[in-house]
């Protein structure tokens, strides 16, 4: 098994917050954590990072990010294999 590289969409519970919420999914180490414009000023993270290729690891860590405060929604958006 290898690993493999997963972009999660995490959407916010408000605007207010949306920096916070950037300090608070950089305490998880993601590879890439950009601005994602959704519509009408509203926007998401998109949330890279590098994950063991193993059964439940990928569920494991979208519960992680759908725990943390402020977060309304975490999905995958993209999973491809490490070199």
């Keep these: 098994m290898g690993d493999v590289i997963v972009v999660f969409r995490i959407t ?3 605007m207010i917050h ?3 919420l950037k300090h608070e999914l950089e305490k998880l ?3 890439r954590l950009e601005e994602e414009p959704l519509a009408f000023g509203i926007k998401a993270w ?4 590098i994950i063991p290729d193993a059964e439940g690891t ?3 860590m979208e519960e ?6 402020g977060v309304q929604n975490a999905e ?3 999973i491809s294999r490490s070199l």
């Design 12 to 14: 916010p519970d408000d």
């Design 18 to 20: 949306f920096e916070k």
């Design 29 to 31: 180490k993601p590879q």
């Design 46 to 49: 998109k949330f890279t990072i």
């Design 58 to 60: 990928l569920p494991a």
């Design 64 to 69: 992680k990010l759908a725990k943390i405060s």
């Design 76 to 78: 995958t958006v993209e």
